[in-house]
């Protein structure tokens, strides 16, 4: 499984402006085949658990806090090489430096709302998608 699934958050930016469909859109046209996908609202604690690698860094309660602030759209991704695909289609976390039609040079509005979040790795992308998803609600 690992190098061909990747996980994804629209974050509640994203989702307050109206971006879901828009950024689903996105997705579906980097031909990202969606195999898990719910419409949630993490808990303080909940994401301070998903971002618990940050939890030493300056911004991780103001990230946390941000994560709880609303709902967001969980998914699981499928494609080849899905995790490096998906993070070139989204883009640089800083919006002003993403590259022209990805994801975060069309719907971010910052560094820290930045409208998606991608696994960095392939072991993250299935840690994640775990975290998010019991394996009877993931369709691969």
Not at 22 to 29: G, T, V
Not at 67 to 93: C, H, Q, W, Y
Not at 120 to 128: I, K, P
Request: aromatic share 10%; net charge negative; charged share 25%.
């Amino acid at each position: 499984m690992a190098g061909n699934i990747t996980f994804t958050m629209i974050k509640p930016d994203a989702v307050r402006n109206g971006h879901i469909g828009a950024i689903l859109n996105k997705i579906n046209e980097g031909g990202f085949e969606i195999v898990a996908m719910k419409y949630t609202k993490l808990s303080q604690e909940k994401a301070g658990e998903f971002y618990e690698v940050h939890k030493e860094r300056p911004f991780y309660g103001e990230l946390v806090e941000f994560m709880s602030s609303g709902p967001i759209v969980a998914a699981v991704l499928r494609k080849d090489n899905a995790v490096e695909s998906f993070r070139t289609l989204i883009g640089a976390t800083n919006p002003e430096e993403a590259a022209e039609g990805t994801i975060r040079a069309l719907y971010a509005t910052s560094i820290g709302e930045n409208a998606v979040h991608g696994a960095d790795s392939d072991e993250n992308a299935l840690r994640e998608a775990n975290f998010h998803f019991a394996g009877t609600e993931m369709f691969m």
